[in-house]
């Protein structure tokens, strides 16, 4: 019996021991992983943002200690802008990441800020990319502490990597067409295009493993042809594209230039936006409410001056008129148009019809062009913008629809 109790004891002792040493290393080794995870925190939280940043297109940004936050300060179209942000970092390696909220100076609270830091350890390799996003890619912004980055970036072309030149396009004259069209051409109306619902830009676009060129208003549409590797010429890229749908010709190749931001193209023209070869068109980044830099146009442009023309003088007229759904008439000074026909002066025509008139001659046949000056609505009901002056091609008086008016196109924006 008492040898029993020996060995109760014996095996109790050394049953404590196992569980006093078992429990003091893991207590230890859960202080170790506080200390560790502590140092990494700590070591995170302390990642020096500070400095001088550019973006792929050369604007500069700065970014400041702000108390326990930070602060980005950039310039826009609209001027200089700011905003306040704070870090939440995460760990890969020799990397790290942070995704916050951003709180603009303007007050838009829809941007995140995203940063990524590679090389955290080596000073002299570190690279900092900060991108402000709404989720739409044409309002992004990335600035880096490097611009070699972008460099190195743009070759990603050269894999097949349209990545920097994904996103919506337009150019001056699409824009002045349908401003010209009072926001009728090709159907749409006014509030399509203020919405961004239309389809007539054309977009760069990355859809089920391929990227994608639609040509906008023609709805045609090619893929990138991976059969072969885009060509660099200079600092700018050939990119060819097959058709992918059936407005394109079956088989039908596309080849698009792709000019970086900042770098020469084929007209040996520089500017700081990235910039795309479609035919014999450069297309531009689209821009938000393009429209207003030609909200200007109505209080300038010349009006109809009706009893001039009633008396023969037409110089008011002359010049090419645009419609909604993109015809052109166009009024040489000479009383000739632009596909051979003749305008005829109708002496006292106001007084004749309730809208003033010429005729339109073509060999025997003829019809009335209607003779809108700023202000004057047709007084069968008027579909168009009355701030400008207009014409309708017509052979009956009506409530006209609002595509088939015709607007003064200004010279400078002729193809």
């Not at 040898?3 to 078992?22: C, Q």
């Not at 009006?303 to 645009?322: F, H, K, M, P, Q």
């Not at 006292?348 to 004057?376: E, R």
Request: avoid cysteine; hydrophobic fraction near 30%.
């Amino acid at each position: 019996m008492k040898k029993i109790f020996i060995a109760f004891g014996i095996i109790s002792l050394l049953t404590g021991l196992v569980w006093f040493f078992l429990y003091g290393n893991h207590k230890e080794s859960d202080a170790q992983k506080k200390q560790l995870n502590t140092e990494e925190i700590i070591k995170s939280d302390f990642l020096d943002l500070s400095g001088d940043y550019v973006s792929s297109t050369g604007e500069k940004a700065t970014v400041t200690k702000n108390n326990q936050n930070w602060r980005i300060s950039y310039n826009t179209d609209e001027g200089n802008v700011f905003g306040d942000f704070s870090t939440d970092w995460k760990e890969d390696g020799n990397n790290r990441s942070s995704v916050t909220e951003f709180n603009k100076s303007d007050g838009n609270k829809d941007f995140k800020i995203s940063i990524s830091v590679n090389n955290v350890d080596d000073s002299s390799k570190i690279l900092k990319v900060i991108t402000l996003s709404d989720g739409n890619k044409n309002h992004e912004m990335v600035f880096v502490n490097n611009s070699d980055y972008f460099k190195n970036n743009k070759d990603g072309i050269l894999q097949g990597d349209l990545s920097d030149f994904k996103g919506t396009y337009s150019n001056d004259y699409l824009e002045k067409a349908i401003v010209d069209s009072n926001f009728t051409l090709y159907g749409y109306k006014r509030e399509d295009y203020y919405k961004g619902i239309t389809s007539v830009f054309p977009r760069v676009s990355y859809q089920d493993g391929n990227w994608i060129f639609w040509s906008g208003s023609t709805h045609a549409q090619f893929k990138l042809d991976k059969s072969k590797t885009p060509k660099k010429i200079n600092d700018y890229y050939e990119v060819y594209f097959v058709e992918d749908n059936k407005n394109a010709t079956i088989g039908q190749e596309l080849t698009l230039t792709f000019i970086p931001a900042n770098e020469v193209g084929p007209d040996n023209d520089r500017v700081t936006e990235n910039r795309v070869l479609y035919g014999k068109t450069y297309l531009k980044p689209y821009k938000e409410e393009w429209w207003e830099k030609y909200n200007s146009i109505s209080s300038t442009e010349i009006d109809l001056d009706i009893e001039a023309i009633e008396n023969g003088d037409i110089s008011t007229l002359v010049g090419t008129w645009r419609n909604g759904r993109g015809n052109e008439l166009i009024i040489n000074s000479d009383g000739t148009t632009g596909d051979g026909n003749r305008i005829k002066v109708i002496k006292d025509s106001s007084k004749k019809s309730s809208v003033p008139y010429v005729s339109l001659q073509s060999g025997h046949t003829s019809a009335a062009i209607g003779l809108f000056k700023k202000g004057f609505k047709n007084p069968m009901g008027d579909q168009s913008d009355s701030s400008r002056p207009r014409l309708n091609i017509t052979q009956s008086a009506g409530n006209y629809k609002v595509e088939s008016y015709y607007y003064r196109v200004e010279s400078n924006d002729l193809p």
